[in-house]
């Protein structure tokens, strides 16, 4: 790689917010945050993101580097109007759902798309006046599908990385958008498109074939005299700073004091965020029909399910929450005795060392997504771990985490009694068991990390304009 080239990264949100009365920056908790924060990097880099507000631009702008020292954060300004319709009207109401398979709750409306195409082609506008020739942009996640097409048209010598963190949907799902061609045109502008599972590539490549007529190997598509990479990059958490968080003393002491707390001495724990993808609903019917089964875990086991706020403006988001309450309300009058209360739920964020305390209490941890890109939480679980006590990973295999995490109790969310016997196996499971699967799945996620998942996606995309480099020179 040239050393003076430059490293773009863009995303919807930013790594940090700001507060601008205290005029301070919080650093964003999600995945990406770490991964891309974590890239060992001499020179700088960019981040660009959108910001609808001028001041928290400004502040951003200014402070971003006193926290992270090589790193220039690029806000740009969008108004809330626009930004409103890019990110809820069409980003989170019709390519959220529809990438997760919930396709009567895609709504198109073509004139958000119009908008959406604008906010796209308003970060285009900035990223322009940042990129030359050989500089790298990498562009993460479905908020920017249309954007690799129009960087390329205006320089086609920018190479062009697109990271999907969602699944990419079978061909007969995203055959239900009216503007699949658009979509696909835009992603096969790309050097590199990435994805966290094979099925998401797999799928991606029958799109290709079915909508644009575009034959491909697993791993390459010609498009007209342009070469399209494909790629199969699992994103993994930081591993080694979360298990020393984990087993820090004051999360130890912390959860030692979670311990004794509650009702029921077997201690079962969901974190999600309350998300319709997330299968919740799933969670708490499973978990109702386990003490339906089994009448020897009422009075001994518990769920705490925290449930972070998301999406509040979007009104499914307000009813899922709804049903959630009631059902939880149903399980605790049915099950619940004045000193045995089944479900403890709470609807609020929580801090990361209230996280790590409760990682390290929970008996056991169930992920009941209906379909999730990934699921962090499933490997934060692991990590957080003490292997002389561990706990039992109870995991949808409609996560990409499934395929890397073969010795969690891999169940399907909508086979209740499933959820059920899979509950009860984590209830009886005995320690060797539970040392031997936690054993396996520690192994397997120290070899990742958030920081290799971002290097290996770089290296591959860098790599990548070499070889075409040497293949125009022979
Ligand atoms: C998923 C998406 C991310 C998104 C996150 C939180 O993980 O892949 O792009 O940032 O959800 O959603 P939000 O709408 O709050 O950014």
């Known amino acids: 790689m040239l050393t003076h080239s430059k490293r773009i990264f863009v995303s919807n949100r930013l790594p940090f917010t700001a507060n601008t009365k205290t005029q301070t920056l919080t650093r964003g908790s999600g995945g990406l945050v770490s991964a891309l924060l974590g890239v060992n990097l001499e020179e700088s880099f960019y981040w660009m993101g959108f910001e609808t507000d001028s001041a928290s631009a400004r502040l951003l702008a200014e402070k971003s580097h006193e926290i992270q020292k090589n790193l220039i954060c690029h806000p740009v300004l969008l108004s809330k109007e626009i930004y409103d319709t890019y990110y809820d009207g069409i980003s989170n109401d019709l390519l959220w759902p529809l990438f997760h398979y919930e396709t009567q709750l895609a709504v198109f409306n073509r004139e958000n798309w119009d908008v959406y195409r604008q906010a796209n082609a308003v970060m285009a506008e900035e990223i322009l006046k940042v990129a030359n020739e050989g500089d790298t942009v990498w562009i993460h996640d479905f908020h920017f599908l249309l954007l690799p097409k129009m960087l390329k048209e205006k320089n086609p010598h920018i190479k062009i990385g697109f990271f999907l963190h969602i699944p990419f949907p079978a061909a007969e799902i995203f055959r239900q958008l009216p503007v699949r061609e658009e979509i696909l045109r835009s992603l096969t502008a790309c050097d590199l498109v990435g994805f966290h599972e094979h099925s998401y590539l797999r799928h991606f490549i029958s799109c290709m074939k079915a909508f644009l007529g575009v034959d491909s190997t697993l791993f390459k598509a010609e498009v007209g005299n342009h070469t399209l990479n494909l790629g199969v990059y699992p994103i993994s958490i930081d591993t080694e700073e979360f298990k020393r968080k984990a087993e820090s003393p004051k999360v130890e002491k912390l959860s030692q004091s979670y311990r004794t707390q509650g009702t029921g001495q077997f201690k079962l724990l969901g974190i999600d965020r309350l998300d319709y993808t997330k299968g919740l609903e799933l969670k708490l019917k499973g978990f109702q029909k386990a003490l339906r089964m089994y009448p020897e875990l009422v009075g001994k086991v518990s769920l705490l399910q925290v449930a972070v706020p998301t999406r509040l403006k979007v009104p499914l988001y307000g009813e899922i929450k709804k049903n959630l309450d009631q059902l939880v309300g149903a399980i605790n009058g049915e099950f619940g005795t ?137």
């Open 338 to 474: 004045p000193d045995y209360v089944p479900v403890q739920y709470i609807f609020k964020s929580i801090s990361e060392e209230t996280l790590l305390a409760l990682y390290r209490r929970a008996d056991a941890t169930l992920v009941t997504s209906k379909r999730d890109g990934m699921n962090l939480v499933a490997m934060e679980y692991v990590i957080a771990q003490d292997i002389q006590t561990p706990g039992v990973l109870i995991l949808s295999e409609f996560t990409g985490a499934a395929s890397l995490l073969p010795d969690a109790l891999i169940i399907n969310p909508w086979d209740a009694e499933m959820v059920a016997k899979s509950i009860h196996r984590s209830f009886t499971m005995p320690l060797e068991e539970k040392r031997q699967r936690m054993h396996n799945l520690q192994q397997t996620l120290m070899r990742y990390s958030a920081s290799a998942w971002a290097e290996g996606f770089l290296a591959d995309l860098e790599q990548h304009d070499a070889m075409i480099k040497k293949d125009c020179q022979t």
